[in-house]
């Protein structure tokens, strides 16, 4: 199953905010924990001081929906400002649309000619 962690930083101020961005950049991903897919740090477009880290995994999800890794990126970033911890198990995905070009040769009497054929395919993301 797919999950996510989202840990959402109110920093107490922009110095603070810029320091969670470096403390973020320091950090690496652990060997150890099974199922971690990504970590990312989003930046809110028009808060300034706000950020969150985003845990993507598979597999297994805890009863509280709270990786031993999450408690502790949430517990490290508190000094940084206020901290909001949730989990979210994956419910469903829209499909969206894939546009192919594919490249057709006509063989006639008149020679040869190329073409573009579009084909759209509906596939889950």
């Known amino acids: 199953m797919d999950w996510i962690e989202i840990i959402q930083l109110k920093s107490f101020t922009g110095q603070d905010r810029d320091n969670a961005v470096a ?11 099974a199922g ?3 970590i990312d740090l989003f930046k809110s477009p028009n ?9 993507n995994w598979y597999g297994y999800v805890p009863p509280n929906g709270k990786s ?4 502790q990126l949430a517990s490290a970033f508190s000094e940084f400002g206020y901290i909001y911890h949730s989990g979210w198990r994956h ?18 009497k ?16």
Do not use: M, W
């Not at 040869?112 to 395919?121: D, K, N, P, Y």
């Open 23 to 33: 403390a973020f950049q320091q950090l690496s991903a652990p060997l150890s924990d």
């Open 110 to 125: 008149g020679g040869v000619s190329t073409g573009r054929l579009l084909a759209a395919v509906n596939r889950p993301h």
């Open 47 to 55: 808060l300034e001081n706000e950020l969150s880290i985003l845990i």
């Open 36 to 38: 971690l897919r990504e």
């Open 68 to 71: 031993r890794l999450g408690l």
């Open 91 to 108: 419910s469903s995905r829209l499909a969206h649309k894939v546009e192919l070009y594919l490249k057709v040769v006509f063989k006639g």
